[in-house]
């Protein structure tokens, strides 16, 4: 039970400060606004693999359970289990953000955004649904390489939760502009469900895609091609 009350917390806190860099502090230019929404997604799960991670591992992301799950570092019967703590810490973070937001005096609507993510006219940089699905699968791939090869038997090492962190604030740096950077599937279901509409109806591409990047990932790492 430790583990998903770990799991649970921790994508909490991955989607109330990630997406409350969009929602809380993300006026000041479309620049900086990128950066502090990069960097705020790196740091919570940099912090959060250090306060977590001997418990559970830190997934905090059903793609990542999934990846994990793939190289065979997870048994199956774990699998809906960190998922559905991690789809419940998601919604939760949401929750406490839209609380958070809505005591702003000068009020607040979920139409002026949760930091949810989504593709399309309208949407930041207006990129269409294939640049989605590709930014999607070869973010959530290259985000797993960093995770299981900075924490297999060869390359494991403290400083694996900062190399973590800093290559989802890479990842988000280049695609926040074509769909807001998901790579998690817990992370859109938050916000998705607060906004409903249009991030709702989207919402399929950020729970399929993800976890097929992440199982190519993973399958690399158990047949040994990215393993020393």
Same mark, same amino acid.
């Given at each position: 039970m430790k583990k998903y009350v770990a799991e649970c917390? =921790?994508?909490?806190?991955?989607?109330?400060?990630?997406? =409350? &860099? &969009?929602? @809380?502090? #993300?006026?000041?230019?479309?620049?900086? #606004?990128?950066f502090q929404i990069a960097f705020a997604?790196?740091? &919570?799960?940099? $912090?959060?693999?250090? #306060? @977590? #991670?001997?418990? $559970?591992?830190?997934?905090?992301?059903?793609?990542? +359970?999934? =990846?994990?799950?793939?190289? =065979?570092?997870? $048994? +199956?019967?774990?699998?809906?289990?960190? @998922? @559905?703590?991690q789809i419940i810490g998601g919604i939760l973070g949401a929750g406490i953000l839209y609380v958070i937001a809505s005591g702003r005096l000068a009020s607040f609507s979920v139409a002026e955004g949760m930091g949810q993510n989504g593709w399309g006219e309208g949407y930041l940089g207006g990129y269409g649904l294939g640049s989605a699905i590709l930014t999607e699968l070869v973010a959530t791939f290259i985000f797993l390489v960093v995770i299981l090869g900075s924490t297999s038997k060869a390359g494991i090492t403290q400083a694996a939760g900062l190399a973590i962190g800093l290559s989802l604030v890479m990842i988000h740096i280049v695609f926040i502009p074509v769909t807001g950077v998901s790579v998690n599937p817990a992370r859109s279901i938050g916000p998705a469900l607060f906004v409903g509409g249009k991030a709702l109806a989207q919402l399929w591409l950020f729970i399929i895609v993800p976890p097929i990047g992440a199982a190519l990932a993973g399958l690399l790492f158990r047949f040994r091609v990215l393993e020393d």
């Open positions: 917390l =921790g994508t909490a806190t991955l989607v109330l400060f990630g997406c =409350g &860099a &969009a929602v @809380i502090t #993300g006026a000041g230019g479309a620049h900086l #606004g990128t997604f790196g740091l &919570a799960v940099t $912090s959060m693999a250090y #306060g @977590i #991670g001997h418990v $559970s591992g830190c997934h905090i992301n059903p793609a990542v +359970t999934v =990846g994990v799950w793939a190289a =065979g570092r997870l $048994s +199956t019967a774990q699998v809906p289990k960190y @998922i @559905i703590a």
